[in-house]
């Protein structure tokens, strides 16, 4: 079946500095990508839409100068939290679609733990 | 914003036992999506219903849509206890069929 690779699963950081985070889809391309924020025991929220070769779309509220993202290429999608602060201390996922529009669910990443101090 | 609504929030139940849980929703959707998240790692898609779908099986789930009452549920029966874990319906929309995710049922199933 589908994959989705993303790395690294846990990251700690010092407050001040960047953060990148990789999605890859393995046996599949993916011109679409979505990136995902979940606090502790809440649900996901979607943060932005990654497309291959353009910029990406972000939800209301995200901001696109913190929250940087780069789909490079049909496989990869990057997201750099740049500036980090404590508050952005989050599990963030990221999920693609292998199949037709709506036919098929969407493969997530095993998500990144990013704990500032 | 977030669109589906699960309940219960949480539920606990004895292996062997079926274990039901209801998302509602509030717009109008190209399909509803349930998943699987074990603690601290990422979804697992368990299965797709379309909207012009009402019931659907896989193995020992069993998922249903109703779309006049924008509801669904997720029936998982003869529970095991390696089910527990949270379970999220989301709902997808729009050209680019991006997914809104529901708050969530967490179900602890006890040996």
């Known amino acids: 079946g589908a994959v989705v690779s993303q790395h690294p699963s846990r990251v700690i950081c010092k407050s001040g500095t960047s953060v990148k985070i990789e999605c890859r889809s393995l046996?599949?391309?993916?011109?679409?990508m979505f990136w995902y924020r979940q606090f502790p025991k809440q649900s996901l929220m979607l943060m932005a839409t990654?497309?291959?070769?353009?910029?990406?779309?972000?939800e209301q509220g995200v901001e696109k100068d913190k929250f940087l993202i780069n789909h490079a290429s049909l496989t990869l999608s990057t997201l750099t939290v740049t500036s980090a602060h404590p508050e952005d201390s989050s599990f963030y996922i990221c999920?693609?679609?292998?199949?037709?529009?709506?036919?098929?669910?969407?493969?997530f990443g095993s998500g990144t733990r990013l704990t500032v101090v | 914003s977030q669109q589906g609504e699960e309940d219960p929030q949480a539920l606990s139940i004895q292996e062997g036992e079926n274990a039901t849980m209801n998302c509602s929703y509030k717009?109008?959707?190209?399909?509803l999506q349930w998943y699987r998240q074990n603690s601290g790692r990422g979804l697992v898609h368990l299965i797709l219903?379309?909207?012009?779908?009402r019931e659907k099986h896989s193995g020992r789930l069993r998922v249903t849509l109703d779309t006049s009452k924008k509801s669904s549920s997720l029936l998982i029966t003869a529970s095991r206890a390696a089910d527990t874990a949270s379970y999220f319906c989301?709902?997808?929309?729009?050209?680019?069929?991006?997914?809104?995710f529901g708050k969530g049922t967490l179900l602890t199933v006890n040996p």
């Open positions: 999920s693609a679609r292998a199949g037709a529009q709506g036919n098929y669910g969407y493969t």
């Open positions: 046996d599949f391309q993916a011109t679409t």
């Open positions: 990654s497309n291959e070769g353009s910029k990406a779309t972000y």
């Open positions: 717009t109008s959707i190209n399909n």
């Open positions: 219903i379309r909207s012009n779908e």
């Open positions: 989301a709902t997808g929309r729009g050209s680019n069929y991006k997914l809104t």
